[in-house]
Each structure stands twice: as structure tokens, then as C-alpha cells.
């Protein structure tokens, strides 16, 4: 069974900086491409970044520049580095494990994050 386990939201104001941390269980880490997503209130769930087990990265053009993906296979988890935060990037973040820029079949519960203006 596939669990994937997210860390690291809050609330940050304008031009901070955020690191979430995504832990995985029970798949091919090593294997998987790893992918971030996120979904603000009232919006759909949209793609944010992902990277391949060889750690190439590919990330949305609204995070281009700002947010920065990656991965230690030794310890299963993969982080989202977040700088200079805008409120527009408030909302619900969730790792996912299997897909890329569309969504692969594991998700984890999501982790909060708020940019006060």
C-alpha cells in the first residue's frame, strides 16, 4: 500500500519562503516520478512540479523561478522548496507519486499553505 505523508505548510506573508516535505512508503520510490499539486478554494487541482527519478524537473509557469523540486531517494522523500511567496499561491498542497505533469494514482492528505498580502 502506497502512503505518502506531506509536512511543512503554514501560514508565510508576501515574499516568504516555505519548504514542504513529502515522505513515501510502500512504492518504488526510486523508480517513481514524484509530482506536486495543489488546489486553492473554489479551483480545481492543478499541477505544480514534478521530477523524475533521474531527477530532471519540470514545473508550472505560475512557479517558474520561484519554486524549486527535488528529491533524496536514500531517505523516500521529496521536497518543494517556495520562495518569494504570493497570496495567489495559497492553497491546499499534495504530493503525488506515479504521474507527472497529469496525476499519477497516489496522493497524500495535503498540507496547508497561506501568503498573507
Known amino acids: 500500500q502506497v502512503q505518502l505523508g506531506e509536512s511543512g505548510g503554514g501560514l508565510v506573508q508576501a515574499g516568504g519562503s516555505l519548504r514542504l516535505t513529502c515522505t513515501a512508503a510502500?512504492?518504488?520510490?526510486?523508480?517513481?516520478?514524484m509530482s506536486w499539486f495543489r488546489q486553492a478554494p473554489g479551483k480545481e487541482r492543478v499541477f505544480v512540479a514534478y521530477?523524475?527519478?533521474?531527477?530532471?524537473?519540470y514545473y508550472a509557469d505560475s512557479v517558474k523561478g520561484r519554486f524549486t523540486i527535488s528529491r533524496d531517494n536514500a531517505k523516500n522523500t521529496v521536497y518543494l522548496q517556495m520562495n518569494s511567496l504570493k497570496p495567489d499561491d495559497t492553497a491546499v498542497y499534495y504530493c503525488?507519486?506515479?504521474?507527472?505533469?497529469?496525476?499519477?494514482?497516489?496522493w497524500g492528505q495535503g498540507t496547508q499553505v497561506t501568503v498573507s498580502s
Open positions: 510502500g512504492c518504488t520510490f526510486r523508480t517513481d516520478a
Open positions: 521530477i523524475t527519478w533521474r531527477s530532471s524537473t
Open positions: 503525488n507519486a506515479g504521474g507527472g505533469t497529469i496525476a499519477g494514482p497516489y
